[in-house]
């Protein structure tokens, strides 16, 4: 092995500001490394700027209200439920939570291979990862296909990692939220069974 320059950090080891910050630095620093064997390859870029795309305004978590509504007789008191909470969860964190907390977004320089919205809000908590849990935690109640709900909020949560939008600490607080809000939302705005 080879010896490391002075001022760098071994491969996958925290440098620079974030070896001087802290724990939550260093978190970010190893899980933004993890994410680099797979930046840089078609298959998962296109699908984790896809996802994250799908993500933009919960788009796919109000396509999905609508689905479910279609698929309980067109019952559209789901469908305007879905859109009251993703609603009031959009308000909530990009306008109130964001503008108190106003952390960075990650600084990259390089090209993204594929289209890519440019949010200027503060980076925590991300609020597609809020939204994804919230939405899927609504969705998922009384659902035959609960677990797909969650497994396309995961990632739609990684994907914000993956295109270096977010910090993997502002999504995990989104998850966190996201998952309070979903809960929430479950015993404010109970969907009929599909």
């Known amino acids: 092995m080879g010896s490391v320059p002075p001022g760098h950090a071994p491969p996958g080891q925290p ?8 724990p939550t630095a260093v978190f970010d620093a190893k899980v933004d490394a993890a994410f680099d064997h797979l930046r840089g390859r078609a298959l998962p870029d296109r699908a984790f700027y896809a996802a994250s795309a799908l993500g933009d ?9 609508v689905v479910r509504a279609l698929r ?13 909470v993703m609603g009031l969860e959009s308000t909530l964190i990009n306008i109130l939570v964001k503008s108190v907390v106003r952390r960075r ?6 090209i993204h291979p594929h289209p890519l919205r440019q949010p200027l809000s503060s980076s925590f908590p991300s609020g597609h990862a809020t939204s994804a849990f919230c939405g899927a935690g609504l969705l998922a109640q009384g659902s035959p296909v609960w677990p797909a709900y969650y497994v396309t909020a995961a990632v739609i949560a990684a994907s914000r990692v993956h295109v270096r939008i977010h910090h993997a600490s502002d999504v995990v607080g989104g998850v966190a939220i996201g998952i309070l809000l979903g809960r929430l939302a479950r ?3 109970p969907l009929p069974i599909p």
């Open 15 to 22: 440098s620079g500001a974030a070896a001087r910050i802290g």
């Open 187 to 189: 015993r404010v705005v």
């Open 72 to 84: 309980g007789g067109a019952d559209w008191r789901v469908a305007r439920g879905v859109f009251g």
């Open 57 to 65: 305004h919960s788009l796919i978590w109000l396509i999905l209200g």
């Open 105 to 110: 977004r990650p600084v990259w320089a390089g």
